[in-house]
C-alpha cells in the first residue's frame, strides 16, 4: 500500500475507527489503498464546518482569493508527478496523459483564480430622480458537489475552483474508485491558503452521503459530473428543496464526416480522440456517421490503428492505452457489443476483455450498427467506435441527433457553409468542427437533453456559484 487516502473535515483526519474500503489498481487488481468511509456523524460536522467556512470565505476580498488560488495552482504544478502517479495507479490512464490532467487541473484552478476577480454588478437607472438600482453578485452559499473518476483531479478542480473563486465553501463527495490524487489536489489547495472549513473532502457511500447532504438546509448548491441515472435522481433530491444544480452527466458524442476531407487523416485525428483515456470520457466521438465516398477507407485505417495500439499498464511508456478504471466497465462493454452483433453490427476488432488480469479490454470497432443495437443510445463510456455510413447531409444531421445525450458532437468538412450548419443543426451543447477544442478553463462545458444543465468552464461556470441580487435605495425624504 502506497498512499491513505484520508477525509478533510476542517482538518486532516486520521482513519481513526472508520471502516475502510480498498481501492483497487485497475491494471493488476492488486489493492493499493484503503479510504476511510465518512459517518454520519463526520457528514453533519463538514456541514458545519462548511457553514463557518462560507462566512469567513466569503468576506476575504476577492484579489485575496485570488492570490491563494493561483498558490494552488502552482503547488499543483510543483507536485503534478505525485498527483499524476496516483492518478494511474488507481485509474489506470497512462502516465502521459495523467501529467495532462495534473496540469490541467492547475491550469483550471488559475484561470478560475482569474476571472473570481471579475465578478461585476451593474447600476441600472431608475425610473425617478434620488434613486440608486443596484445588481450585485454574491456567492449562493455552500456547495455538496459530486466528482466521478474518470479525471479524478480535472473533474474536481472544476468544481472546486468554480464555487472557491466565486466565494462558497464546498464539501466534495471524491470518487470512491481512484481517492488519492485527489486528496492530494485537496492538499495543494489547502497548503495554499483556503479556509480550512471552506473545503471538505469526504468518501463513503455515494448514497448516504447525497441524501444526507443535498437535503441540509446549510447546502445551497449542487454539482454532479457523472451518468444519467444517478443525476436525475440527486436532480429530484435538490428539486425537493428548491435547489439549483449544475448537471454534467454522460453523452454518446457523434462524429459526422464528410466526403470532402481526407479519410485517412480523419480517421487517424479522431481514433487517437476516441481511444484516449481508454474512451471513458463525456465528451469521446462514438458514433461515427461517415459519408458513402470516403466511409471504407475511413473504416479500414480506424481499424487498422485500434489493433495496432499498445495497450497496457499506464506506467509503461510504451502504452498508448490503459485498462479501464473498473470491473463494471468490462461487463457493461461486453454487453453492449454482443447485443450489437446479435442485432446484425460487423465486429471489426476487440469486442472483449484482454486477458485475466487487470481490467484490460481490446480496442473496439463496429460498423453496420442496425438503430436499435442498444449501444447506439446506451453510452458505452469504454474504447468502442461505431462507424455507419451515410448518404445525405439532413440524414447525418438527424442520426446523429437520434439519441436521448446532447453533449458533445463533431463534425469534418471542408465546406464552410457546410460547417456552419453543423453548428447549427448538431443539437447538442458543444460542437467542434474539423478538430478537437473542447473543455479548455475559458470555455463553457455543459450539455442538453439528458447530458445534464448548468455549465462547468468559462465565465458561465464561475456564474454558476453566484447569485443576482438587486438593492434598490432612495434618498431619505
Ligand atoms: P454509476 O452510475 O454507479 O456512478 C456514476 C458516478 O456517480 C460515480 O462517480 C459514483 O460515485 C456516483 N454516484 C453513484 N450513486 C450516487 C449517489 N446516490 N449519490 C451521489 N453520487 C453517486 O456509474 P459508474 O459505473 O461509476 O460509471 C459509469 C457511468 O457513469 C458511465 O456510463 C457514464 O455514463 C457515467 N460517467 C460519466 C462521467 C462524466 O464525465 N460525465 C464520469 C464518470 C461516469
Known amino acids: 500500500m502506497t498512499y491513505q487516502p484520508k477525509l478533510h473535515i476542517g482538518e486532516w483526519l486520521d482513519a481513526g475507527g472508520r471502516e475502510l474500503l480498498p481501492v483497487e489498481n485497475p491494471a493488476t487488481g492488486v489493492t493499493v489503498a484503503q479510504f476511510p468511509v465518512a459517518t454520519i456523524a463526520d457528514l453533519d460536522h463538514a456541514l458545519e464546518c462548511s457553514a463557518r467556512g462560507f462566512s469567513v470565505w466569503r468576506t476575504k476580498p476577492a484579489l485575496q482569493r485570488s492570490a491563494i488560488l493561483r498558490r494552488a495552482a502552482e503547488l499543483m504544478r510543483e507536485r503534478k508527478e505525485l498527483i499524476a502517479g496516483l492518478i494511474t495507479l488507481e485509474q489506470g490512464k497512462p502516465l502521459r496523459e495523467a501529467l495532462l490532467e495534473a ?31 443596484i445588481a450585485t ?14 479525471f479524478p483531479v480535472s473533474q474536481a478542480v472544476r468544481k472546486i475552483a468554480g464555487s472557491l473563486a466565486a466565494g462558497c465553501s464546498i464539501i466534495l463527495k471524491g470518487p470512491e474508485d481512484t481517492p488519492s490524487s485527489v486528496c492530494e489536489t485537496i492538499r495543494c489547495y489547502i497548503d495554499a491558503g483556503v479556509d480550512a472549513d471552506a473545503l471538505s473532502l469526504v468518501f ?133 457489443v454482443t447485443n450489437a452483433v446479435a442485432v446484425g453490427a460487423t465486429l471489426h476488432c476487440g469486442g472483449e476483455r484482454i486477458g485475466n488480469q487487470g481490467n484490460f479490454f481490446a480496442p473496439t470497432v463496429l460498423s453496420d450498427i442496425p438503430d436499435d443495437a442498444r449501444i447506439m443510445q446506451e453510452e458505452p463510456f469504454g474504447p468502442v467506435a461505431l462507424i455507419n455510413r451515410f448518404t445525405d447531409e439532413d440524414e447525418a444531421w438527424q442520426r446523429a441527433n437520434a439519441t436521448a445525450y446532447g453533449l458533445a458532437s463533431y463534425a469534418y468538412t471542408r465546406d464552410g457553409d457546410r ?32 447530458s445534464g444543465y448548468g455549465r462547468e468552464g468559462g465565465i458561465e461556470g464561475l456564474d454558476a456559484y453566484l447569485i443576482t441580487k438587486f438593492t434598490t435605495r432612495r434618498h431619505y425624504q
Open 204 to 336: 463513503g457511500r455515494p448514497p448516504e452521503i447525497s441524501s444526507h447532504l443535498i437535503p441540509s438546509p446549510v447546502i445551497r448548491k449542487v454539482s454532479f459530473t457523472g451518468s444519467v441515472p444517478v443525476g436525475k435522481h440527486l436532480a429530484m433530491m435538490a428539486a425537493e428543496h428548491m435547489k439549483p444544480c449544475t448537471m454534467e452527466l454522460g453523452g454518446h458524442g457523434p462524429a459526422v464526416v464528410f466526403d470532402d476531407v481526407d479519410p485517412a487523416k480523419a480517421a487517424a485525428e479522431f481514433a487517437a480522440f476516441k481511444f484516449r483515456n481508454a474512451g471513458q470520457v463525456c465528451i469521446s466521438p462514438t458514433r461515427f456517421f461517415v459519408q458513402d465516398a470516403v466511409h471504407d477507407t475511413f473504416l479500414e485505417e480506424f481499424v487498422s490503428i485500434a489493433t495496432k495500439l499498445k495497450v497496457g499498464v499506464g506506467q509503461d511508456e510504451a502504452s498508448q492505452m490503459g485498462p479501464l478504471a473498473n470491473k463494471r466497465r468490462i461487463d457493461a462493454l461486453e454487453e453492449l
Open 137 to 150: 453578485v454574491e456567492p449562493i452559499g455552500p456547495v455538496a458537489a459530486f466528482s466521478p473518476w474518470n
Open 419 to 450: 460547417a456552419q450548419r453543423a453548428g447549427e443543426k448538431l443539437d447538442s451543447g458543444m460542437v467542434s468542427i474539423n478538430h478537437f477544442g473542447l473543455a479548455t478553463a475559458e470555455t463553457p462545458f455543459g450539455g442538453v437533453k439528458e
Open 103 to 133: 496540469a490541467n487541473g492547475a491550469d483550471i484552478t488559475e484561470w478560475f483564480a482569474e476571472e473570481g476577480r471579475r465578478a461585476y454588478g451593474r447600476v441600472i437607472p431608475a425610473r425617478q430622480p434620488g434613486i440608486m438600482q
